[in-house]
């Protein structure tokens, strides 16, 4: 086959369709160029890359590199871009319209685990801390990073106690139920503590798997073991945790962009059941996978939060390690991704590296759509 070229002259079909390709590929260049960062939502809603927040622009410094904006890194470019990092375990970090979020602190976590890229003293800049619970595991960076920042840090009664017993000023400290009630206004969102359960592995599962993990792994040297002590000094260890001091949180962005954290893979409780009957569904969940070695268990977890929650984009957390003390044995997240899209084929899973960037284009939310 022939066409004609812009002479009107005849040329191959090879020549024709590569010329055509050609223009294609640089109309998609012009076009991802134009973008200053990928939504994960724009294949499913167009309304995404429409949005003006997408306007043609240089790519946005905040979305490509893997440095926090707490710790010196660029800031969105728009103000409705909203810009998510996790940094091991269930920390969080979020960066909105100029305001810093940090969810969770649990950074400097000793020589056992790989490094995070970053330490606790280079988090220079937070206005907000929120704390899932007390565990070590989840808070304590908590006072060091508080008291550096100025950051407000809201916890539940029993987190809130072990951090006045450390060198953070107590006007910084704000003690929530999560029992309803309790709506945090900030200049450009707010925040619902809503009272959730700390996560109780199967006893059996796992004293069965500790104990074959203790007789193939090496023991923790004197020093390693001295350096977890010190840092495990700095959370709880109070029984009072697992019902009353796990705490999950809801934040709107003022243009009604909503996201869930929730730092244990607990049961979901009442008051969760109630706070979301009440709001529908979220934008974005960040959440903890459950504490299982078994993917059925963690699998059946991880359900119950999807069915709850009702996400448009879920992000796993607390992944990266099993129990504390025993490094290196990630969780297996792709079961409960299948798993979650067998029954929700329009749910988006996202699961990055360290300080890996994901930026959303929050104007197009759930709320606004409604």
Not at 171 to 188: A, N, S, Y
Not at 213 to 225: F, H, N
């Amino acid at each position: 086959m022939k066409g004609l070229n812009s002479r009107g002259n005849l040329v191959s079909a090879s020549v024709a369709t590569l010329a055509v390709a050609a223009l294609a590929v640089a109309a998609w260049s012009q076009t991802a160029l134009a973008r200053p960062f990928t939504d994960p939502r724009s294949d499913q809603l167009d309304a995404v890359d429409a949005n003006p927040a997408f306007v043609s622009e240089p790519r946005d410094p905040a979305c490509q590199a893997a440095m926090l904006v707490s710790t010196g890194g660029a800031a969105p470019r728009h103000p409705r871009t909203l810009a998510v990092r996790w940094t091991g375990f269930s920390n969080f970090e979020l960066a909105y319209n100029g305001r810093i979020i940090l969810l969770d602190a649990y950074f400097d976590r000793g020589s056992i685990f790989p490094p995070l890229g970053f330490k606790a003293a280079d988090v220079k800049k937070a206005d907000l801390l929120l704390i899932g619970h007390g565990h070590v595991d989840h808070m304590s960076d908590a006072a060091s990073v508080g008291a550096r920042t100025g950051a407000t840090v809201v916890g539940a009664p029993v987190s809130i106690e072990k951090l006045m017993t450390q060198p953070i000023e107590p006007k910084q400290l704000r003690t929530v139920t999560g029992k309803g009630g309790e709506v945090l206004k900030f200049d450009g969102f707010t925040v619902e503590p809503i009272l959730g359960r700390h996560g109780q592995p199967t006893r059996p599962v796992t004293e069965t798997m500790e104990h074959a993990l203790g007789s193939v792994t090496p023991p923790m040297t004197v020093e390693q073991r001295a350096e977890q002590d010190t840092i495990r000094a700095r959370g709880t260890s109070d029984p009072r945790v697992t019902a009353e001091g796990t705490i999950a949180y809801l934040i709107t962005l003022d243009n009604g962009f909503r996201i869930l954290f929730r730092d244990s893979g607990g049961r979901v409780t009442d008051h969760e059941k109630v706070a979301m009957e009440r709001i529908g569904r979220v934008d974005l969940a960040l959440v903890a996978v459950s504490a299982e070695y078994l993917n059925s268990s963690t699998v059946s977890q991880a359900l119950e939060h999807m069915r709850t929650y009702k996400p448009v984009v879920y992000m796993p957390a607390h992944h990266d390690a099993a129990f504390t003390g025993r490094p290196g044995l990630w969780r297996s997240t792709e079961p409960l991704f299948q798993a979650m899209k067998d029954e929700n084929p329009a749910l988006i899973t996202v699961s990055k590296q360290y300080r890996e960037p994901v930026c959303f284009n929050t104007e197009v939310n759930i709320q606004r759509s409604r």
